[in-house]
C-alpha cells in the first residue's frame, strides 16, 4: 500500500476520466462483484486496468486488486486509483480512502479495516487530492471520477460504507476524532456504536450526527449519493496525533472493525 501512494506528487498525475472510462471501470467492479473475475478482467482490458488475486499475510484473505496497468508499465499515471474486492466471501461492506498521503495515513488505516471482517471492499484514490487543477483530483467532492463511480455502485448495491479522512491537529483543538453520517442519518446507530468505542480508547470525538461540529462532511458526494439512496454511509476524520501513532490507529481500526463485522453478518 505504501509503495503504491508514496509516489503521489501534489501536482501533476491525475487525469480526469471519459465518461466511457467511467463506465467501463465502474462495469468492471460491477463484474467481479458478481462473482465473475473472467468478464471484469476483459472489460479491465479495454481501458488498460488489470486485475490479479494479492493475499494478505495478516488474515490469509484474498483479495481481487483492480489496477491501472498503464502506471505499473511505467506509463503515465492517470491517478484512477484501485479496488481491492474480498474473494473468499460476497461483498456485503466498504471501507473508502478518497485522499490518501494528503490525509496521512489513511491508507494504512484503510487497508487494517479492510482485513478486520469478511466481505470488504475498499476503494482507494489514486492521486494527491491537489495533483490536478480545479480540485479535480478531490474524490470526496467530484462526482465524475472512478472512485465515485466505484463507491456510487457500492451504494446501488446498499453495501454500507465508512469513508476515512484526516485534519490537522489545530484544525479543530481539543478533538481527536470527529464521526458524522454525511448528509443522511441512516447510520446514525452505527455512528453511537464507533462513537462508544473510540471514546472508550480515550479519544475525544466530536459527534456530528448530533451535535454541530467542524469536518462534518455533510458536502461530500459519497455521502449525498448515500443520503439520496438511503444507503448506510459514515464519515470519519481523525487528527494528525492519532494518524501517526501506531497503537492509536490499530485502536480505531479496530473500533471500525466492531461495525464492519456486523455489516457483514447477512
Known sequence: MSRFTTGFGEHGGYRIPTAEERLVLTRSVALLLDGDPEAARTELAEVDFALRTVTDAASGRRYAEVADAASESGRANRGWGRVYVDLDSPPRWSVQVPHPLADARTELLGARVLRGAPGGVMVLAGAHRNA????????????????????????????????????????????????????????????????????????????????????????????????????????????KAVRSDDAELDAVAAAITGLTVRWATP
Open 132 to 239: 490536478a487543477g480545479g480540485g479535480a483530483a478531490d474524490m470526496a467532492h467530484r462526482a465524475d471520477s472512478v472512485f465515485h463511480g466505484v463507491v456510487d455502485e457500492l451504494m446501488r448495491r446498499n453495501l454500507p460504507g465508512v469513508q476515512l479522512h484526516g485534519f490537522a491537529n489545530e484544525s479543530f483543538p481539543g478533538r481527536d476524532a470527529v464521526v458524522s453520517t454525511g448528509a443522511g442519518d441512516e447510520a446514525t446507530a452505527d455512528a453511537e456504536r464507533l462513537t462508544a468505542a473510540l471514546r472508550g480508547d480515550g479519544l475525544k470525538v466530536c459527534t456530528a450526527y448530533s451535535a454541530r461540529c467542524k469536518l462534518s462532511g455533510t458536502e461530500n458526494e459519497q455521502g449525498q449519493v448515500a443520503a439520496g439512496q438511503q444507503v448506510r454511509f459514515l464519515h470519519v476524520e481523525l487528527n
